[in-house]
């Protein structure tokens, strides 16, 4: 059986000194420059509450539904826990934002051609036996890479010992299905941004294969990606839209993957 790969994030360890985003930078060769909130450049950003630090990045989902609806099959989800994303396959659909239930893959609004990026868990240092470059970079521990059983079990056992330190609670256990990514804390998770009211299981895999394999959904299919096809070849109107959307949504600083 494969053995299941993870991260722990402790927030109360985070120093803030952004060391993970650089080293993901450089791993994945994007631009330089600190950035706040996810992007097509940024893998990973920090978002900060009142002196606590949140590492925001793709959870992995245990059951992600951004392969699920993903109508050319750009992700590819590991046994080891990755999921992994080829952009030379990405037609730009965005079906895969708006079902990601973290709000994770980033437009490239700024390319000729854009697609979809995101953190790919350094699936590639992961196959040659090393750990992901923003968990070596960490200088304060608050990240750590390990296996995924192991991991949960010692997330529990430091909120066993200092209970009045932690809140009672590992986010990434349960929510949709469970994550690869796991954090603990000391501030309640819905004050620092996480949905918090997602559910346990996972989520119903609405798939662009389920769909495409209904007679009447082909055809509505058809039209609907030449539809994203057209509006994605107006990204400045979309963006504007998008922007407006995510704002009525509340989306903007308080739910989202920032
Ligand atoms: S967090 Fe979003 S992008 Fe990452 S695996 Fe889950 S559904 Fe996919
Ligand atoms: S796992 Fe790799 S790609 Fe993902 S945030 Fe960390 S360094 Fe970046
Ligand atoms: S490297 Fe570690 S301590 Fe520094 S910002 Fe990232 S998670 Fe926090």
């Given at each position: 059986m494969?053995?299941k790969?993870?991260?722990?994030?402790?927030?109360t360890?985070?120093v803030g000194?952004n060391a993970c985003?650089?080293?993901?930078?450089?791993?994945?060769?994007?631009?330089?420059g600190e950035?706040?909130s996810?992007?097509?450049t940024?893998?990973?950003a920090l978002n900060?509450?009142d002196?606590?630090?949140?590492?925001?990045?793709?959870q992995h989902?245990v059951?992600?539904?951004?392969a699920?609806v993903?109508?050319?099959g750009?992700f590819?989800?590991?046994?080891?826990?990755p999921v992994?994303?080829?952009?030379?396959k990405?037609?730009g659909c965005?079906y895969?934002?708006?079902a990601c239930?973290?709000?994770?893959p980033r437009?490239q609004?700024?390319s000729?051609?854009p697609?979809v990026?995101?953190?790919?868990f350094?699936?590639?240092?992961?196959?040659k036996g090393l750990q992901?470059a923003c968990?070596?970079?960490c200088?304060?521990?608050?990240t750590?890479?390990g296996?995924r059983?192991d991991?949960?079990?010692?997330?529990y056992?430091?909120?066993?010992?200092e209970?009045?330190?932690y809140?009672?609670?590992v986010y990434?256990?349960?929510?949709?299905?469970g994550t690869?990514?796991?954090?603990?804390?000391s501030?309640?998770?819905?004050q620092?941004?996480?949905k918090?009211?997602l559910q346990?299981?996972?989520l119903?895999?609405?798939?662009?294969?389920?769909?495409s394999?209904?007679?009447?959904?082909?055809s509505v299919g058809g039209v609907?990606?030449?539809?994203?096809?057209?509006?994605?070849?107006r990204?400045?109107?979309?963006q504007?839209?998008?922007?407006?959307l995510?704002?009525k949504r509340?989306n903007?600083?308080h739910?989202?993957m920032?």
């Amino acid at each position: 059986m494969t053995t299941k790969k993870a991260m722990l994030i402790d927030l109360t360890l985070c120093v803030g000194c952004n060391a993970c985003q650089e080293a993901c930078k450089t791993e994945n060769k994007l631009p330089e420059g600190e950035e706040h909130s996810l992007s097509a450049t940024a893998y990973t950003a920090l978002n900060e509450y009142d002196g606590t630090y949140v590492r925001r990045m793709c959870q992995h989902c245990v059951d992600p539904t951004c392969a699920s609806v993903c109508p050319v099959g750009a992700f590819d989800k590991l046994a080891s826990g990755p999921v992994l994303y080829d952009e030379s396959k990405c037609i730009g659909c965005r079906y895969c934002m708006q079902a990601c239930p973290f709000q994770v893959p980033r437009y490239q609004w700024s390319s000729t051609y854009p697609k979809v990026m995101k953190c790919k868990f350094c699936a590639d240092r992961q196959a040659k036996g090393l750990q992901p470059a923003c968990t070596e970079a960490c200088p304060s521990g608050a990240t750590k890479f390990g296996n995924r059983d192991d991991l949960v079990r010692e997330a529990y056992d430091r909120i066993k010992a200092e209970p009045e330190k932690y809140v009672n609670k590992v986010y990434g256990v349960d929510e949709v299905g469970g994550t690869s990514i796991l954090y603990i804390s000391s501030v309640p998770f819905e004050q620092l941004g996480f949905k918090t009211n997602l559910q346990s299981t996972a989520l119903p895999m609405l798939t662009w294969n389920v769909l495409s394999k209904i007679p009447n959904i082909v055809s509505v299919g058809g039209v609907m990606l030449y539809g994203i096809w057209w509006i994605t070849n107006r990204r400045k109107d979309v963006q504007k839209v998008e922007k407006e959307l995510l704002e009525k949504r509340g989306n903007g600083n308080h739910s989202s993957m920032n």
